[in-house]
């Protein structure tokens, strides 16, 4: 068992196991897909435009999604944020599980906390990225060269996790999503 206690008990009732006989997996991904527009609805509304002397500073740029998109560092970065992320994201939510279960031999339970366990250390790492990344821009350091650091580190730990077949379990796909 991956997790025991309190924590893996939390692990094991998770809101999706109770709602699934109830509304079956479709109507779970309606209701993830309602309250991800919810929440969008909520930032639109919450969240005060930016108004920062960066912004006023450039003139007759109102600082939106167009000026984002028509960024050349941005789009340099597209392809690495769209296949690098995107492919985590494809595992943590498609494939790990099944790995964990077909090629570890976890069962269902254990692949399920095992999955939970990865989350948990990748929102722990999104709150230390938080908190961490303004004191390295600080220092010099910018997101080109965090991302230049960091990135053949993750590649190397992907590698890794796919070689060790059944010897890689959460913790090496979770330092993968972490990375």
Sequence with gaps: MLMTGS?????????????????GWRGIFWLIAACLGVALLAIAWVVPADRSAAVASRGASDGGYREVFADRAFLRLVPIGFFHY?????LQALWIGP????????????AAQGRFAINLAMLAAFLAW????????ARGWTAQALIARGLPVSLVVLVAAVAGGARSTAWLWALFCVG
Excluded: K, N
């Design 99 to 110: 790995w964990l279960a077909q090629v570890c031999g976890w069962t269902p339970r254990e």
């Design 130 to 137: 938080g908190s961490l990344v303004p004191r390295l821009y």
């Design 7 to 23: 924590l893996g008990m939390v692990a094991s009732t998770l809101p999706v196991q109770w709602l699934l006989p109830l509304l």
């Design 86 to 90: 995107g492919g985590l994201v494809a």
